[in-house]
């Protein structure tokens, strides 16, 4: 299906903010797509997986003055990257196995460019280390030392991120050395946020320090650009959280996104997304997590994962609520 008549098939819930009407246009090989935010699409809007009020307030805050929705997913993930209670993102998050935190992150902005760190050590903000990958190299992903070496060159502090309820969770998980992830640990995994500005520009960023205890050099979904995180300004976004190999191996955000694109609501192509990975043959879903959130061009939202428990807060017309997410195991 064209991208055009996906416009078409998009179906628009209810009333929202009005914005004058808005086309952007763009080039393809083969045809000018047009892409029309009418008025009654919902924006500005911003949305994230698990429960993170204060960092979708942190958004919504930059939207409402006007702000660039790239601005406002980076500076709504570093509120968790900087929250040492969340011990799944930035400054303490729980370690490896042998106890040093690692932290994967990216972030895509409207025009399709994107940066990734992967295995980065010692800094706290992630996401802004990926986008001055972005936006300083000619490159999109920097590892480890590298990734370090060149965050310190940006001017990031280098500091330890295990905090002693880090480590004293580390020492305790060592008496069994057992590697199991757990599902919906407390109250939220990696933080993916997306969001949509006054301009109708789609932005989206991640950040995690990973599954608990994984081996030394593992990597996740989420600094993964396609796996962990999808943009496309001209149809919408979708982002991951969960046990990232099996976002990896279906390729999930970029998935959900092109199910929108042949005229999948953000709600069925997330199930959809979900659903590829619980169909495998032998699929052993029903011992892990996984959730997509996604928004389209017209401010519509979807989430969905595996198990009950998963979440998304929401900001979009001046209220910011977390909306339970509907789930594949209902007997679970
Ligand atoms: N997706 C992340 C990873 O696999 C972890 C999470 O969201 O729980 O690294």
């Known amino acids: 299906m064209k991208r055009r008549n996906f ?6 819930a209810g009333a929202g903010i009005a914005v004058a009407n808005i086309i952007s246009s763009c080039e393809n090989k083969n045809s000018k797509v047009a892409t029309r935010i009418t008025n009654t699409t919902k924006i500005p809007l911003v949305i994230a997986t698990w429960h993170v009020k204060e960092a979708t307030a942190k958004a919504w805050e930059i939207l409402e ?15 968790e990257e900087a929250n040492e209670k969340g011990q799944s993102v930035g400054k303490g998050g729980l370690p490896d196995r042998e106890g040093n935190v690692t932290l994967d992150a990216c972030i895509m902005n409207k025009k399709g460019d994107c940066g990734s760190v992967v295995y980065l050590q010692n800094i706290t903000h992630a996401v802004s280390v990926a986008r001055k990958v972005m936006e300083e190299t000619p490159h999109v992903m920097l590892a480890g030392e590298g990734a370090k070496k060149f965050a310190i060159s940006q001017g990031f502090q280098s500091e330890n991120l295990l905090t002693d309820a880090s480590k004293k969770a580390w020492e305790e998980w060592k008496v069994e050395a057992k590697y199991k992830p757990i599902i919906n640990i407390e109250n939220h995994d990696t933080i ?15 950040s995690t320090s990973g599954l608990a205890y994984k081996m030394a ?31 990896v191996k279906t390729v999930g955000s970029f998935l959900v996104v092109e199910l929108m694109r042949q005229g999948k609501s953000p709600q069925k192509a997330c199930e959809e997304a979900i659903r590829r990975i619980v169909d495998k043959p032998d699929s052993d879903h029903k011992n892990f997590q996984v959730g997509y959130i996604a928004v389209n061009k017209q401010g519509e939202t979807g989430s969905y994962s595996i198990h009950q428990w998963f979440s998304m ?3 979009q017309n001046g209220m910011n609520e977390q909306i339970q997410s509907d789930y594949v195991l209902k007997e679970s």
Do not use: H, W
């Open 313 to 315: 807060t929401k900001y």
């Open 217 to 247: 050099g593992r990597v996740g979904d989420s600094p993964i650009i396609g796996s962990g995180l999808f943009v496309d300004n001209e149809i919408g976004a979708a982002v991951a959280t969960g046990l990232g190999e099996e976002v």
């Open 65 to 79: 003055g006007g702000g660039n929705s790239l601005d406002a997913v980076e500076q709504g993930c570093m509120v």
């Open 7 to 12: 416009i078409k098939n998009a179906s628009i």
């Open 192 to 206: 993916g946020m997306l969001a949509i500005d006054k301009n109708g520009d789609i932005s989206g960023a991640c």
